[in-house]
């Protein structure tokens, strides 16, 4: 084993960027932003941002039907960041066989987008559904389940937010959803262009 002292000068991004340090700790070796975007924790809001206030539905279906307090915790965490990412916006449907009026769900959307929401989140589970194919690369999956629909299903993969590693990982897999939600093809980094728009199915 030959150990070499390397002293870096740059910012902690810069420094994070270095294609040598990618190989140095392992990173599989797959080209494109959608990789690295699966591949590296999403940024720390920046000093002095102002911190995200979530729209009045959501706040008001997380009373209604509230998820255990570590999970909740979490939960707005992964909201908070994901509503930071451009023209992004959460919303709550209507539901005619609910009490209150409103759907067991919050739905995260890129506005201009041409498909539905990138990220369904079933309450008060917090069962998230991504508008990911199931058979996404391994390296990129480790603790969300690939649902045993066709690899042409709009939502493949599903998680809980279970620990901080289930959350850095959704975190990941979420921008990749968001990512490819904005490209007009529907398909990116040699991705499976995906199926036809359809609601996100209950199980």
Known sequence: M?????DIDGSPEE???????????GSPAR????????EVPPDPPPAGAPEVVLPTAVTAVLELRPPADDVRRRLSEFL?????????????GASRRSPDGRANAIRLHRRGSSVGAFVYIR??????QLRLPS??????????????????APYGLTLRLTSPEVLAE??????????VA???????????TFGDEQPAPSG
Request: aromatic share 2%; charged share 25%.
């Open 80 to 92: 908070a960041t994901a509503l930071r990412w451009p023209d992004v916006e959460a919303r709550v």
């Open 123 to 128: 309450l008060p589970t917090v069962n998230m």
């Open 182 to 192: 904005g490209s007009p093809d529907r398909e990116r980094d040699g991705l499976s």
């Open 31 to 38: 080209a494109g932003a959608g990789a690295a975007c699966a």
């Open 15 to 25: 420094i994070a960027a270095l294609p040598q340090l990618r190989e140095l700790l």
């Open 135 to 152: 058979d996404m690369p391994a390296h990129l999956v480790r603790h969300a389940a690939r649902r045993r629909v066709n690899t042409d």
């Open 2 to 6: 030959h150990l070499r002292i390397v």
């Open 170 to 179: 959704a975190l990941s897999l979420a921008r990749l959803a968001y990512e």
